[in-house]
């Protein structure tokens, strides 16, 4: 198999990182996968899939919140697989809440890991692209709530503005290195572990309850599989991708489709998808 460099994949374990570390593994990449040490046994069944494609992996567990670990993160995949090419910070969460509700804790929460993750994940990474002199691709995981706010997602809305802000802020720095940094903004993805979506909904009593929400079989939205983003990564790593930087690339953006009746299901106005 063609050797084409060390790519570090966080949140692996499952769903969208899932997938992109086991097809960037099948294209020549070495592959490091990272999760919480909670996803452990998920996150060794994907190193065991990228040994029988003939690959080499390293597995690697971390708090992506605390910079130290981060930091570690990085120069044990330097370590152990001999430099780093390609980060893909996939790591994210997600919660929905009324602003009037949204809670301090839920707010820090929501951008330890969406925002200041991301940014330990990208300073590292560009730190040891510098140092090596060879360029390298730094993508970053969003949604489509990156273009625009919605109701009942002030928190997660808000830090997804940050990882476009952060995205485009780095690509103009670190283009004189040869390094790009783009982010892609996927749908609600549906998998196992994301059966589907629930957002507070204001009933007749004027108090919250949690509505569920999935899209129809056939739909684009339904189609729309962890698989796309790993379709998506791939070209981001290419060699034909090298001029492409500082973008927030949508999968499935369905505003540019769908009309503003259809776009708007709960009569509000309102989008009501998420991310994966």
């Given at each position: ?16 990182g899932r997938a992109i ?39 690697l567990t971390a708090d ?142 004027n108090s919250y309850i ?67």
């Amino acid at each position: 198999m063609v050797n084409r460099g060390v790519a570090l994949v966080t949140g692996a374990a499952k769903g969208a990182g899932r997938a992109i570390a086991l097809r960037l593994a099948s294209e020549g990449f070495k592959i490091a996968v990272h999760d919480l040490p909670r996803n452990g046994e998920q996150l060794l069944d994907v190193h065991r899939n990228i040994q029988r494609l003939g690959q080499h992996s390293v597995v690697l567990t971390a708090d992506f919140t605390d910079e130290d670990q981060v930091k570690n993160l990085v120069e044990g995949t330097t370590k152990c697989l001999g430099g780093l090419d390609v980060m893909v910070a996939n790591a994210a969460v997600r919660e929905a809440a009324p602003l009037t509700s949204t809670t301090a804790e839920s707010w820090n929460r929501i951008f330890d890991v969406n925002a200041r993750g991301l940014f330990f994940c990208y300073k590292y990474a560009a730190q040891q692209m510098i140092l090596q002199r060879k360029g390298g691709r730094i993508i970053g995981g969003s949604s489509t709530w990156v273009e625009k706010g919605g109701s009942f997602m002030s928190a997660y809305s808000a830090s997804q503005f940050a990882v476009r802000g952060l995205t485009e802020s780095a690509a103009l720095e670190l283009h004189e290195h040869g390094i790009t940094v783009n982010s892609y903004a996927p749908r609600q993805i549906f998998h196992e572990a994301n059966p589907e979506v629930t957002l507070p909904m204001l009933n007749s009593n004027n108090s919250y309850i949690q509505s569920s929400a999935r899209p129809e079989e056939g739909t684009l939205a339904h189609r729309n599989a962890p698989q796309a983003i790993a379709h998506l990564v791939s070209y981001l790593v290419s060699e034909e991708a090298h001029y492409i930087t500082g973008q927030c690339i949508g999968i499935d953006r369905h505003r540019a489709i769908s009309s503003p009746i259809n776009e708007s299901r709960n009569g509000t106005g309102e989008d009501m998808d998420g991310t994966n």
